[in-house]
């Protein structure tokens, strides 16, 4: 792929998850190359934070000329201080991407050498150690664009062919050189929000996921219950004005499209009203959390599309400071890289996954609950009534996963803590907000996991696998290579992760 300018989530999914090579486009370069002789011109004879000036609450010291290019090793040794866990590999290359990306638009004065550097790194699958903790937000994410800008120079860490090695050893294994840092190369590629970014993306691809596979299961379980297909109807959702409830029934329609064991309520309650009994054998609606899907997971849609409308703003916006503007010859100082807009949209994201995992949890007790469904045995048990335990196990596990994800919901966006001597007053968290709904994510595929499992044994109770969907035989089909049958108690989790695994390679 040719990288010149404008990169949409979707280039990012062929890049971070499908391994597409990239190459930069000559006007990129050309670019790249004009707006740093510019400010190579522009800040001889001015004051230019971050190139001769100190940082932060130090910006008020000069720096001299020959200290100039020392003051950027600094900068980058003495903020490479992270801590934790190291971030995953597919989130550092979306990281990578999203910092070559705005370093290319022309706004930061850096030389070439660092974004082709970076193109390299992502073309060879070597991934900077970056930790999970460190940065606030504000100036960007300061420590965790140390820690890559710190590869870049030749030092720290990375991981190659799945190991962690010395920077130095593998550059001289691949026969890359470290950049050299001309004007403002360490404050250009730690001033952004691209670590945030770069998780926020691989999140939203992963609620995609977690969206598709919630919709799946839900119509499975309508199927398993012989709902009435009204609440999915394009007549009824089509008279609330929301495109995510629309989109969700459409898409549940289209699931069940060739299932056997959808009802239509016409041919059932709406006919020989006088020869019904005063009390009905069958529900005339069903629980919430089958009949309610379209209201609950369609704004988990709506948030999803707007929190990929603003990533893909911020990965193709200039986040540093100070901007370079080549055109008005002019250096402009500013707070470009704070954080904000990425910390709200992760809070959302992990508040509509966090909902997507109650409704699994509820869907999930509905079917283990005989004295509701009226029609599985307690647990989905298919062995021996109290000698056997079914799923009974594996649903603590999931109502203690789902409790955590509410808890985790809570706002970083709003816990802000001044630091820096208070330079920076306010900050966004953008980061934390990031790692944190990444697990909520993690505990979603888990939760989900459990559920599908339990689906697939109420389907074989009832001896449904020709009569649901083609969607949810081939869920049936898949999941029963990972786990087969059972009436005897076993060991549940290894049967959990491979499930986990199947539902987050699904495309």
Excluded: W
Excluded at 105 to 113: C, D, K, M, R, Y
Excluded at 270 to 297: A, G
Excluded at 360 to 365: C, D, F, S
């Amino acid at each position: 792929m040719k990288i010149n300018s404008f990169l949409e989530l979707k280039d990012f999914q062929k890049i971070i998850i499908e391994n597409e090579k990239i190459e930069l486009d000559e006007t990129l370069l050309d670019r790249v190359e004009t707006s740093f002789q510019f400010l190579k011109e522009f800040s001889r004879n001015k004051v230019i934070y971050g190139v001769n000036t100190g940082f932060g609450p130090m910006a008020q010291f000069k720096i001299s000329d020959e200290d100039t290019h020392q003051l950027q090793y600094n900068l980058i040794r003495s903020h490479s201080s992270g801590i934790g866990n190291p971030l995953p590999a597919q989130e550092v290359k979306a990281c990578m991407l999203a910092r070559l990306n705005t370093l290319s638009l022309g706004n930061s004065g850096v030389h070439q050498s660092v974004v082709y550097l970076l193109k390299e790194l992502i073309n060879r699958d070597i991934t900077p150690l970056i930790f999970e903790h460190g940065g606030v937000g504000a100036s960007g994410d300061l420590v965790q664009l140390a820690h890559l800008a710190l590869v870049l120079i030749g030092e720290g860490e990375v991981y190659y062919n799945g190991e962690r090695k010395t920077t130095k050893d593998v550059f001289e294994a691949e026969g890359l050189e470290p950049i050299k840092v001309e004007i403002r190369e360490g404050l250009a590629l730690m001033n952004g929000t691209s670590v945030m970014s770069g998780i926020g993306i691989v999140n939203a691809y992963k609620a995609n996921q977690l969206t598709d596979i919630s919709i799946r299961l839900s119509c499975a379980i309508n199927e398993i219950v012989q709902a009435y297909d009204d609440h999915l109807s394009e007549a009824l959702n089509g008279t609330k004005k929301h495109y995510g409830q629309q989109k969700v029934a459409e898409r549940m329609r289209a699931h069940l499209a060739d299932s056997k064991l959808i009802r239509k309520r016409e041919d059932h309650l709406y006919t020989h009203f006088e020869e019904q009994e005063k009390v009905f054998k069958e529900k005339v609606q069903e629980y919430y959390s089958l009949r309610c899907v379209p209201q609950i997971l369609g704004p988990v849609l709506d948030t999803l599309e707007y929190t990929e409308n603003v990533l893909e703003n911020e990965i193709n916006s200039a986040n540093d400071n100070p901007i370079i503007n080549v055109a008005d010859k002019h250096v402009y100082h500013g707070g470009n890289f704070h954080g904000d807009y990425i910390s709200l949209e992760m809070d959302k994201l992990k508040i509509v996954v966090t909902k997507l995992t109650m409704l699994a949890e509820r869907q999930l007790n509905y079917l283990l609950n005989a004295k509701i469904n009226e029609i599985l045995p307690p647990f989905v048990n298919l062995g021996k009534l109290g000698f056997n335990f079914g799923m009974q196990g594996v649903q603590f596990t999931a109502t203690s996963t789902t409790a955590e994800s509410q808890m985790l919901s809570n706002s970083m966006y709003v816990h802000s803590i001044p630091n820096n001597n208070d330079n920076q007053d306010i900050v966004s968290m953008g980061t934390n907000a990031a790692v944190i709904c990444r697990k909520v994510i993690e505990n979603a595929f888990e939760v989900l996991a459990i559920e599908a499992i339990t689906i697939i044994q109420a389907v074989e109770y009832l001896g449904f696998q020709d009569k649901v969907s083609s969607s949810t035989k081939e869920l049936y089909d898949e999941i029963r290579k990972i786990i087969p049958a059972f009436s005897d108690d076993m060991v549940m989790y290894p049967y959990l992760e491979e499930v986990k695994q199947y539902l987050k390679n699904l495309k």
